[in-house]
């Protein structure tokens, strides 16, 4: 494996799981209003995800210490970057639930 490969491995493995979780932010709740407007809002939540994931592993593969030995430094770029990513979309559901709300339904 080549080192380019090596350094994004976290964000590699986490990618299936990632399109899972995106697929389930941009598909629910149904409630909500799902005009242009919200739409692009997802789309910007979840390319804010994914780079703040990606921004997160690069980090953490900097910021480990060499001598824990190779693999921590892809636990801890691991562990930043599905971090990040739930994070981003964990606060961007919260401020979609704020913005989006159907004035005639319910929430």
């Known amino acids: 494996m080549n080192n ?8 590699i493995l ?3 799981w990632f399109a899972i979780l995106a697929w389930a932010f ?15 809002f997802d789309a910007a939540v979840l390319l ?7 921004l ?10 060499v ?5 921590w430094k892809q636990v801890l770029a691991s562990l930043i970057a599905y971090g ?4 981003v979309l964990a606060l961007g559901a919260w401020l979609r639930a ?9 929430g």
């Open 84 to 87: 990040a990513f739930v994070l």
């Open 26 to 40: 941009w598909t629910f709740p149904r409630s909500l209003t799902r005009r242009g407007t919200r739409r692009r």
């Open 14 to 16: 986490f990618l299936p």
């Open 4 to 11: 380019a490969a090596a350094n994004n491995l976290a964000l």
């Open 56 to 65: 997160g592993m690069r980090w953490g593969l900097l910021r480990a210490s």
């Open 48 to 54: 804010l995800a994914l780079s703040a994931s990606f």
């Open 67 to 71: 001598e824990s030995g190779a693999i």
């Open 98 to 106: 704020l913005l989006f709300r159907d004035p005639g339904g319910k």
